[in-house]
């Protein structure tokens, strides 16, 4: 199951990269293994993945240690400081900085290991409620203070668009997210590099595709529906 599906959601990501006059290798996919079995993850890691996206702590730290090493784990949910501690030396991104306390932490918790952490600015480009990240007018000041964390390195935009119907209702999210990090990229902050967007899921990935994600988060498409019963 796995497999075919891995490779639908291959077809549909160059197609997506063709229609829009992208290079295939501009598109990173991101295997979104949460609640899912350290056997899937195996399957995903034999048939070439090597990215994974986790959004809790623990769980992205039990697979860690039981998986190949050259996995690179992205942390994609919301980050508690208190547990910021477990994953800075595991996670080679961070999609998830919301705020400049969590920012600090970080900092933090890289300058004790010696080490540099590179996060994304999560943006709640829909402005809804119920979803983390910050307001689209409040990225710019947030980054320009978090540029001046010496452990810390922002590559990039994140955004988690709403559920909808037609991932077309999705499009000006998306476009919405890339024209702001064009704008960040203008003021040519030191320490700041927006050239990664983290959008698009499994329901609205081409679309995101289409308006510049550089990297999809993708797991149903991949791993089938999440039980969280169990
Ligand atoms: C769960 C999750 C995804 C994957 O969602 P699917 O719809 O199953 O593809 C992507 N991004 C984040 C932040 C998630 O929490």
Known sequence: MIKENLEEVEQRIQAACRRAGRKREEVTLIAVSKTKPVEDLKEAYQLGIRTFGE????????????????????????????????????????????SLKLAETIEKETAKKNCIV???????????????????????????????????????????????????ENRTIFRTLQKLSVDIMQKNIDNVNVSILSMGMTNDYEVAIEEGATMVRVGTGIFGARDYSI
């Not at 980050?79 to 991104?93: G, P, R, S």
């Open 118 to 168: 590179s996060i994304l600015i999560e943006v709640n480009v829909a402005q809804e409620e119920s979803k983390f990240g910050v307001h689209t007018d409040e990225v710019i000041p947030l980054i320009e203070k978090i540029a001046r964390f010496p452990h810390v390195r922002i590559q990039g935009l994140m955004t988690i668009a709403p559920f909808v119907q037609n991932s077309e």
């Open 55 to 98: 959004n809790k702590v623990q769980e992205l730290t039990e697979k860690y240690e039981v998986l190949p090493k050259d996995i690179h784990w992205h942390m994609i949910g919301h980050l508690q400081t208190n547990k910021v501690k477990y994953i800075v030396d595991k996670a080679e991104l961070i999609h998830s900085v919301d």
